[in-house]
């Protein structure tokens, strides 16, 4: 199966920065979502993304198929960022599973 | 906005006791999957589920762990005796097409086991 590496492990801003997320995928993917995991434990949907760029408010996302690797861009962060972000991936010719990446942390500070 | 909803949002149970998860996926959706979250640690697949047989399953998902659509709307996990190990929170998913389509996770059950 595939594996799923994310970027940077953890993150510390302060609000009103910016950041970039990264995923890298060991082969192709024909599904690639990001999400965010809250205090809560919830996993928010961000993106589908399998290619090209998307944008949401202060979230956007790249994914450069043919390189193998998404980026999240969070702009303007605020504290309700804060949380874990997820990437994850569906190998190419398969039809069922997502494999997550390990996360980023984000901590936003005032 | 349709979501998918899970019950109960937190369980607590004796080792070695029987466990029903239940969801509800969004109405239209044909495709259902259960994910795993041990702590601290990633999202881990665990089935997948479309029409009423299970269409790939994981090594974690061994013969202690079962799968049911006992209706048109319910989507259930059972774990017939849990181990300390189970302790976890358990992600129903679901969603129209198989591959090319996002998945729509619910807000989960934390299942913690004594």
């Known amino acids: 199966g595939i594996q799923v590496e994310q970027s940077p492990p953890d993150l510390i801003l302060q609000e009103g920065a910016n950041s970039t997320l990264r995923c890298n995928f060991s082969?192709?993917?024909?599904?690639l979502q990001w999400f965010h995991q809250n205090p809560w434990g919830q996993l928010i949907n961000l993106f589908y993304?399998?290619?090209g760029t998307k944008q949401n408010g202060r979230l956007s996302a790249t994914t450069v198929a043919t390189e193998r690797y998404s980026l999240l861009y969070i702009s303007s962060s605020q504290t309700t960022d804060s949380g874990v972000y997820f990437c994850?991936?569906?190998?190419?010719?398969?039809?069922?599973?997502?494999?997550f990446g390990t996360g980023t942390r984000l901590q936003v500070t005032l | 906005e349709p979501e998918v909803t899970q019950t109960p949002s937190h369980q607590v149970t004796q080792m070695g006791q029987e466990v029903i998860l239940r969801c509800v996926p969004i109405?239209?959706?044909?495709?259902f999957y259960w994910y795993r979250q041990i702590l601290g640690q990633k999202v881990e697949f665990l089935v997948s589920?479309?029409?009423?047989?299970?269409?790939?399953k994981s090594e974690i998902f061994d013969d202690q762990f079962s799968v049911e659509r006992p209706d048109g709307s319910n989507f259930t996990l059972k774990i017939r005796s849990t181990k300390l190990e189970d302790s976890a929170m358990y992600f129903c998913?679901?969603?129209?097409?198989?591959?090319?389509?996002?998945?729509?996770f619910g807000p989960g059950t934390r299942l913690t086991v004594l």
């Open positions: 993304i399998p290619s």
């Open positions: 109405s239209n959706h044909l495709y």
């Open positions: 998913a679901s969603s129209f097409l198989a591959a090319t389509d996002t998945q729509y």
């Open positions: 589920f479309y029409n009423n047989e299970i269409s790939e």
């Open positions: 994850a991936g569906m190998e190419a010719g398969t039809a069922s599973k997502l494999t």
């Open positions: 082969d192709s993917v024909n599904n």
